[in-house]
């Protein structure tokens, strides 16, 4: 029985350069990204995902051989998730399905994937899936109050959105929602920064963190409704892909271990700075905790609180 879980998707990554070098078949999906975001910090982490029967099993036996539990994976007939990440130069990229792609409707996790003994664990982070697979989730996971529970959001057109599907009534009752910076302008009419954080107000949690990209991130502390600042950690970025992912997997870490909002955004971010450094997830598997604490203990000397009027310009 892990004590943290990860619920959401496995893909097939073709990564195409900027220079046209495409690197073929990378493990990749948010839900392995965000438990080797979690892994990274020592975390019992387990995964509740679908693969198609083509999933190669040596990844799958990697990823164990770390101490992930991948026995809530289940192996379906059919395709696997497989994307092409076209990468357009200036920090840009796109993600589309490759046309023998398998498809959410069948690869996304759904209740009947959760382990009966899920009231003994202490979080799960529930990754960008489709809108109906995240709220079938949401609402059969609410049942176990002491269970903090984590919302990623995606946009991926024609794909993937924050509308079709999802039931925001019901997101103020999660634990910690942690949309990027696209996914909160997909939510909202109004503009800037800060008028968009205060139009989330009444479909969000209190504890909030929006990432930034490059720029960092933002995080809400529902203890004084005060904002912090944490900047990325200067990594050598090789493949952007599963930042965000990682990010959360390391959030989920931090609050459940330390309480405090701030210190699961530091988590987040170390997390995201060694998955970015090649492509795939599985090279951050051999990320150490001490490797994580010393990029930690760097990282705190940048974070800084922030007025919603300094963001407002972001």
Known sequence: MAQYY???????DDTVLPGGNVQWKAPGGNALYSAIGARIWGADVGILAHIGERYPQ???DRIAATGIDVSHIRRLPGPDLHVWVLHEGDGRRQIIYRLDSGSNDTLDPTPEDIPADIASAKAVHICPVL????????????AYRKLQLSLDLIVIPDQLDVHTGHHPELWPRLSAFLPSREEVAALCASRTLSEQIAELGPITPPLFTI?????????????????WHVPVFPANVLDATGAGDAFCGGFMVGL???????????RGTVSASFVIQDFGGLH?????TAQAEQRLATLRDGIRRVSLDEIRSW
């Open 131 to 142: 809108g109906v697979s995240q709220t079938a989730l949401i609402e059969h996971l609410l």
């Open 256 to 266: 459940g271990e330390t309480g405090s909002p701030l210190e699961a955004a530091l």
């Open 6 to 12: 990860t619920a959401g998707g496995f893909t097939i």
């Open 58 to 60: 040596e990844n799958l």
């Open 284 to 288: 951050a598997l051999s990320a150490t």
């Open 211 to 227: 990432k930034l990209g490059g720029r960092g991130s933002i995080v809400r502390d529902p203890a004084d409704g005060q904002f």
